[in-house]
C-alpha cells in the first residue's frame, strides 16, 4: 500500500494532501538555506527549525483522535500513522544534522548525548520515536496483537513529554515555542481526560481551554522565574496584554476555542452520532 492509497488501493485525497505537506517544512528549511538565509550557522539553524517541526508534527498526530471526535470525522484516523511516521522522519533529520554539526564525529557526539542531560533525553526520546515508526506497519500490528501494540503506542505521551523537556533545556533564554507546544500539548491530554469521562460538550471544551491557557502561563511564568530570577507577577502581567505580543498561553486559549465552533459543526454534521472506534489500533 503506498502512502497515499486506501485500503482498497485508491487513491485517497486527504492521504495525499497530508503526504506531500509533510515535505513542506523540510523543502522550505532546504530553499532557506540554498537563499544563504540561514546564515550564519545554517547547519544550527536548520537543526533548530527542524527540531521544532519535529515537535509540532508529534503534537499535529495527537490531535487527529480528539479532531475525529469533535469533528465527527473518522476518516481523519487514516493519516494519523503517516503523521507520527512524518514526525519520526524529522527527528531522524534533526539528529543526521546534529552529527553534522559536529563534523560526522559519532564519538563525540555519543559523548555529548551522555553528558549533555537535554541531549540524553533527545536521545531517547529519539529512540522511543523510531521503535513505534518500526513497528507502526500492518505487520507488526498483527505480529504484536491490538492490546501490546495500543500499550507500546501509548508511549507517545511520554516520548512527547521528553520531546518539550529536551526542547525547554536547549533554550538560552527564550522559552515561547516550548511554552506553546506544552500549553497545546495540555489542551489535547485534557481532552482526552474529559473524552474519557464522558464530558464532551461545548462547555467542557470551553472549560478546558481556560483551564490550559492558565496552566500555560503558570508555566511560564515559573519557568522564568527560576531560570532567570524575573519576577513570576510581571510575566503573568504580560499574559494580560496583548500591547508588547501575543504570549503563548493566549494561543492556546485561541487555538482551544477554536475547538468549540468545531464541535458544533460536529454535532450538526451527526448529531446522534458518537464517533465509532475504529477496527485498527488505536491512541488518543
Ligand atoms: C524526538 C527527538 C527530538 C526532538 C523532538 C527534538 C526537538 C528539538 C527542539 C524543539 C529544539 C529547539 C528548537 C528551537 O527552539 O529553535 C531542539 C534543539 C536541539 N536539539 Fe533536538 N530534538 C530531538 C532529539 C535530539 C537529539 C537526539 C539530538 C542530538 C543528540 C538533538 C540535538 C539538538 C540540538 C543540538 C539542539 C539545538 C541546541 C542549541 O543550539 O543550543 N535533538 N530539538
Known amino acids: 500500500m503506498l502512502p497515499w492509497t486506501d485500503r482498497k488501493g485508491q487513491i485517497s485525497p486527504l492521504k495525499l494532501i497530508v503526504f506531500l505537506a509533510l515535505f513542506g517544512p523540510v523543502l522550505w528549511v532546504a530553499w532557506q538555506g540554498w537563499q544563504g538565509d540561514l546564515a550564519p550557522k545554517p547547519v544550527n539553524e536548520?537543526?533548530?527549525?527542524?527540531?521544532?517541526?519535529?515537535?509540532?508534527?508529534?503534537?499535529?498526530?495527537?490531535a487527529v483522535t480528539p479532531?475525529?471526535?469533535i469533528v465527527h470525522w473518522p476518516r481523519l484516523v487514516?493519516?494519523?500513522?503517516m503523521l507520527g511516521v512524518g514526525a519520526m522522519a524529522y527527528a531522524l533529520l534533526h539528529f543526521a544534522l546534529y552529527i553534522l554539526d559536529q563534523g560526522g564525529d559519532l564519538w563525540r557526539v555519543a559523548s555529548e548525548i551522555v553528558l549533555r542531560i537535554y541531549l540524553t533525553i533527545g536521545f531517547?526520546?529519539?529512540?522511543?520515536?523510531?521503535?513505534?515508526?518500526?513497528?507502526?506497519?500492518?505487520?507488526?500490528?498483527r505480529r504484536l496483537g491490538a492490546v501490546r501494540w495500543n500499550k507500546l503506542h501509548r508511549t507517545i505521551y511520554l516520548l512527547t513529554v521528553l520531546s518539550l523537556a529536551h526542547s525547554f533545556l536547549q533554550s538560552k533564554v527564550d522559552v515561547t515555542e516550548p511554552v506553546l507546544m506544552t500549553g497545546l500539548f495540555l489542551v489535547l491530554m485534557g481532552h482526552r481526560a474529559l473524552h474519557k469521562r464522558g464530558f464532551r460538550g461545548m462547555a467542557s471544551l470551553a472549560g478546558l481551554a481556560i483551564a490550559c491557557a492558565v496552566l500555560t502561563a503558570l508555566i511560564e511564568a515559573g519557568w522564568y522565574a527560576a531560570k532567570t530570577g524575573v519576577d513570576?507577577?510581571?510575566v503573568l502581567a504580560a499574559n494580560l496584554t496583548i500591547d508588547i505580543s501575543m504570549r503563548p498561553s493566549m494561543?492556546?486559549?485561541?487555538?482551544?476555542?477554536?475547538?468549540?465552533?468545531?464541535r458544533f459543526l460536529g454535532e450538526r454534521r451527526s448529531p446522534t452520532r458518537v464517533a465509532q472506534p475504529v477496527a485498527r489500533p488505536s491512541r488518543a
Open 46 to 62: 536548520a537543526i533548530h527549525q527542524i527540531g521544532s517541526w519535529t515537535v509540532r508534527l508529534l503534537l499535529i498526530s495527537l
Open 67 to 69: 479532531l475525529r471526535s
Open 78 to 81: 487514516d493519516v494519523r500513522r
Open 124 to 141: 531517547v526520546a529519539l529512540l522511543g520515536l523510531v521503535a513505534l515508526g518500526a513497528t507502526s506497519t500492518d505487520g507488526m500490528v
Open 232 to 234: 513570576a507577577g510581571r
Open 251 to 262: 494561543w492556546v486559549l485561541l487555538a482551544a476555542l477554536a475547538l468549540v465552533p468545531l
